[in-house]
């Protein structure tokens, strides 16, 4: 029994380092040597969705453990001395998301070489560009900043030379180009199907929202005006919101648009399996990849508002790498 540990940021990367564990793929590893540190964040919803998600996981079988470390008044965080003892004693690491800052500063922690990546897909295709043609090492693609020297380390340690391991489990498989020795295997959402699944199916037409506003990738009144216009052209009846939303967007996005906001305590994926479900989802985001897979075979079409990119306008989050990067996201 390989000892793993599982670190993650938020409900989705729970979900997929449930996936992970306990779907059906090539390579499963026995979930029985699988353990989750949650970092939780300070924001709110996303913390109760992970106390949510945290409790689903344990019943499941796999062991979570909650880490507050970011709750501090300044400075750098605490690490407790359990999760230190967890990271220098794992034989494998599964991580949820190597541009985190926090992560960096981890993974010193770590003897091992064996890595797992899990996500949903699009921030790994930027990774793996990255890895395999040695270009700059990890950093969000909506952020200014240049890489820093803990980023630096992180490539380098994922990078499958010397030793090393690198597999990634991924809802796009067939897009990346991963350096020699990589491994990839799909996450098809087989456990969500199988736990959750078919949902309920009406007709309809849901929209499933974003944060891109929040991140500062479009103008909050933009989208609230696209919203509006998008809402009245399809009928829409309902608005799955983003965990990240601004409370007063949603107020507003209610109100005009004549939505009924849906926020759920769980994951999207998880959500909509559960149902009742529009027959048609229009996407404002990337979850179209993963809400296609987690609702395949339920009859439910699934189509991205693929001129979501074309209403960006300067903010303060935004670059040229990061508009050039969602366009290529919204329109394939």
């Avoid at 353990?35 to 344990?58: C, F, K, N, S, Y």
Wanted: aromatic residues 4%.
């Amino acid at each position: 029994m390989t000892r793993t540990l599982a670190l993650v940021e938020n409900p989705l990367q729970l979900l997929n380092v449930l996936e992970w564990a306990l779907g059906e793929h090539d390579g499963a590893p026995d979930p029985e040597g699988c353990e989750a540190a949650v970092l939780l964040p300070r924001d709110p919803a996303t913390r109760h969705q992970l106390g949510v998600m945290a409790r689903l996981a344990r019943a499941e079988g796999i062991g979570v453990g909650l880490y507050d470390i970011r709750r501090v008044p300044v400075g750098f965080p605490r690490v407790p001395a359990a999760l230190v003892s967890k990271l220098a004693g794992a034989e494998r690491l599964v991580i949820g998301d190597p541009f985190s800052r926090m992560l960096q500063r981890l993974l010193p922690a770590a003897r091992t070489r064996d890595f797992v990546l899990v996500d949903d897909g699009t921030a790994t295709l930027e990774l793996s560009r990255r890895l395999l043609a040695g270009s700059p090492p990890p950093v969000r693609w909506h952020r200014r900043r240049p890489a820093s020297a803990a980023a630096a380390r992180v490539a380098r340690r994922m990078a499958p030379e010397d030793g090393g391991h690198l597999e990634v489990f991924s809802c796009r498989t067939s897009e990346l180009e991963l350096p020699p020795g990589s491994i990839t295997s799909a996450n098809t959402y087989s456990w969500a199907r199988q736990r959750y699944g078919p949902p309920q199916v009406h007709p309809g037409v849901d929209l499933i929202g974003s944060s891109l506003a929040e991140n500062g990738l479009i103008g909050f009144e933009r989208y609230i005006r696209g919203i509006i216009s998008l809402a009245d052209q399809v009928n829409a009846e309902r608005y799955f919101a983003d965990r990240r939303e601004d409370p007063d967007k949603l107020r507003l996005i209610a109100e005009h648009a004549e939505l009924e906001i849906v926020q759920p305590e769980l994951p999207v994926e998880l959500a909509l399996l559960k149902g009742p479900v529009a027959n048609t989802l229009i996407s404002l985001s990337a979850t179209v990849h993963t809400l296609s897979l987690a609702l395949a075979g339920t009859g439910v079409e699934i189509t991205v508002c693929a001129d979501l990119a074309d209403r960006l306008e300067p903010g303060p989050g935004r670059s040229e790498r990061s508009a050039a990067f969602l366009a290529e996201i919204m329109h394939e």
